[in-house]
């Protein structure tokens, strides 16, 4: 049990285009849910925490503007990179916390942004 | 502000060496620990946490961590190290009682094992 599906798990665009990310609880109900970006050979950065029905909050230095995170379900929360640009390319990590415990964590398999 | 600090960047070990990474927190309430794997290519997984109780955690693959509140340390721990425990570890902690739990992660430390 307890599966974060993510999608795509690699994507190119071209500069200045948008890209959406999706990131579902398969067998959960996810109260919360993260996003995390990850730079080559780096940890995971939060970058904002997306509870259902709200507006997402975001990290200190994080455009919100940019990043659009829509969690609409207890099932799916979205990340939208809007005008893309090449410092964006990066991996991209969802984790949706369980509704039913205060410890239960898990991750999506992470997309491969790659702005061109 | 929670943070969490891993001092091995990269640690290098023969198979059937021991095995300790570190991790120090600042944080002065209660917090949940948690250590993450991630293998080459493939997304994180838990390897174990801490969350009250004993402080010595005992995980998957062998793995167990200690929680030493004094110290506010939580170090990873392996007697014995296999070739294929080659990956990126991650500490993190977050706050129970804060109101987005989120969990912090610290900056990873990559383990080579030597066949």
């Known amino acids: 049990g307890a599966v974060v599906s993510q999608h795509p798990s690699r994507v190119i665009c071209k500069s200045g285009t948008s890209v959406k990310i999706e990131c579902r609880s398969l067998d959960f109900q996810a109260t919360t849910m993260f996003w995390y970006r990850q730079f080559p050979k780096q940890s995971l950065m939060l970058m904002a925490t997306?509870?259902?029905?709200?507006?997402?909050?975001?990290e200190q230095g994080v455009e919100k503007d940019k990043f659009l995170i829509n969690h609409a379900s207890l099932t799916l929360s979205t990340l939208t990179v809007t005008s893309a640009h090449p410092e964006d390319s990066s991996f991209y990590i969802c984790s949706a916390k369980r509704a039913d415990t205060n410890y239960g964590y898990t991750f999506g398999s992470g997309t491969r942004l790659t702005v061109v | 502000a929670q943070s969490v600090s891993q001092h091995n960047h990269h640690v290098i070990l023969s198979e059937a060496a021991s095995l300790e990474l570190g991790c120090n927190y600042s944080?002065?309430?209660?917090?949940?620990l948690f250590w993450y794997v991630q293998y080459p290519g493939q997304h994180l997984q838990l390897l174990l946490k801490?969350?009250?109780?004993?402080?010595l955690v005992k995980g998957i693959k062998g793995f167990e961590a200690e929680f030493i509140k004094s110290k506010f340390s939580f170090n990873l721990r392996k007697p014995s190290v296999q070739w294929s425990d080659t990956a990126e570890y991650f500490c993190?902690?977050?706050?129970?009682?804060?109101?987005?739990?989120?969990?912090?992660f610290g900056s990873g430390t990559r383990l080579s094992i030597r066949p």
């Open positions: 997306s509870n259902e029905g709200s507006k997402a909050t975001y």
């Open positions: 993190a902690v977050n706050a129970p009682g804060s109101s987005a739990s989120k969990i912090i």
């Open positions: 944080y002065g309430g209660t917090v949940n």
């Open positions: 801490y969350f009250s109780g004993d402080p």
